[in-house]
Nanobody, 125 residues
Framework: VQLQAYGGGLVQPGGSLTLSCVTS????????IGWFRQAPGKEREFVSA????????FYADSVKGRFSMSRDNAKNTVFLQMNSLKPEDTAVYYC???????????????????WGQGTQVTVSS
């Protein structure tokens, strides 16, 4: 099982970025994928997650209305579209996967089985 996050970078406040999580070693159709982030000196926090195909994504309150998660099963890739970025969105962003995560556990990083390497997102003028 492998996951790799791409697409981070430096963006000005109010700008946009799209992160990609490329997966391999499992069937994406029936696997939950989550996005988390970790800022320096802070704990890893939940951003967004989507369970199986056709299900509605979950979002943290801090990103609701600004971030949008989608998946392309044919390309084994999950996307996180981030709009109206703020300096407080600055963090290393990670994608994670789990076969049988329950809704109540989605926001807990310890509940996820597999993790990819992160990608740095910096929002600054």
């Amino acid at each position: 099982v492998q996951l790799q996050a791409y697409g981070g970078g430096l963006v000005q406040p109010g700008g946009s970025l799209t992160l990609s999580c490329v997966t391999s070693g499992f069937t994406l159709d029936d696997t939950a994928i989550g996005w988390f982030r970790q800022a320096p000196g802070k704990e890893r926090e939940f951003v967004s997650a989507i369970k199986s195909s056709g299900s509605r994504p979950f979002y943290a309150d801090s990103v609701k209305g600004r971030f949008s998660m989608s998946r392309d099963n044919a390309k084994n890739t999950v996307f996180l579209q981030m709009n109206s970025l703020k300096p407080e969105d600055t963090a290393v962003y990670y994608c994670a996967a789990d076969r049988q995560i329950i809704n109540s556990a989605i926001s807990n990083p310890d509940s996820w089985d597999w993790w990819g390497q992160g990608t740095q997102v910096t929002v600054s003028s």
